[in-house]
């Protein structure tokens, strides 16, 4: 049987049929952080009712001053209200009304769906924590680490199988985790070749030198359980650009995203992947659109979200529109009507069904799928 890294490598198959707008349904602006004197910038966020979602990120200020806060509605995201943490969230997870929050130095906990948070034991360096019920669960990061908790985040041990590969600790990360079910999941994670040094200045600072340099391969790394995390497999390979997201449906397939860097000829690729057999294949690229997340909901169509991107500068400080592309059957995509304001430079997509889908932007924007008026 063939594993979930397969479908990485079958990069030759044809290219998606892309229409024009669907005209059924809009995207519509929910709420734009507003303040004159600062920024919001969004990093990740979750509904886990139809009425409760919750949004974790930072405020900036002119000066430069960096305030960590949360962004909570109760009411389907009609209105949100700000409330200060103290810590810089990265990302967060939600498993009914329990929450968790990683930061740079540790994971916080909340059991009222996100009013509250404490923080739990220290925990440097992790990028994401996904969990299969409300005690059970696992943090990936940087430094070639995974762990795994029974106790809800209290307390945490190593997952040995994830310093396998034959890679630098200190060139590693693990970035991304899903679950199909309680059984089925997936870690991935990616390696610097050795002696590359991350860039010290973003692109934009010097667009010539970036347009110029090429994607290099690198090691790709992908940690698959069938059990519930009582065993894992794990398998390497060289590839192009990193993944960045995996969505796993129940229905036995998911879709995989890869993003590109540097002067590429396309900013990410959509594959779709049968999980119970390992076979794959690509779904969607254009030159033009970065997709940096997308959604399976349990019924309905499939949606990739993301930004037109006109420029190959990974790090650009102007921010592209916001486009979002839906499918019924994975082959033949739609570009959906989105308020025109909305823009970002990376953005995410909640999905609880057909009916009940939220997107939000790292600039502060959030918006819903609501008919067609």
Known sequence: MRTFWWFLFVAHVAAATVSGADNTERWRLL???????????????????????????????????????????SDGGSHWTLAPIKDVPISLFFRESRGWIVTGQAIWRSEDAGRTWRKLAPLPAIERVCFINQDHGWAAGALKKVYETAD???????????????????????????????????VTGWSLPAGEKLPILPEWVSPAHASSRREVPHLSIF???????????????????????????????????????????????????????GESSRVFREQNRLITDVALPPTGPSYLVGIEKLDHLNDSPVPGKLKVLRSEDLDNWQEMDVDYRATAHRAMISALDEKNIWIATDTGMILKLVPQK
């Open 152 to 186: 809800g985040g209290k307390t945490w041990t190593e997952l040995a199988i994830a310093a396998q590969p034959d890679s630098t600790p200190e060139q590693t990360v693990y970035n991304w985790m899903d679950f199909a079910s309680p059984d089925v999941g997936i």
């Open 31 to 73: 709420y734009s952080y507003d303040d004159l004197n600062s920024s919001l910038v969004i990093n990740d966020f979750k509904f886990l009712t139809p009425q409760r979602g919750v949004a974790a990120g930072f405020e900036l200020d002119k000066n430069g001053k960096i305030k960590p806060t949360t962004l909570v509605t």
């Open 223 to 277: 940690l698959q359980t069938r059990n519930g995390g009582r065993t894992w497999a794990v398998q390497t390979g060289s590839l192009f650009g990193h993944v960045s997201r995996v969505r796993l449906s129940l229905s036995g397939y998911g879709l995989g995203v890869i993003e590109f860097k540097d002067a590429f000829d396309w900013p990410s690729e959509v594959f779709r992947i049968d999980w119970t057999t």
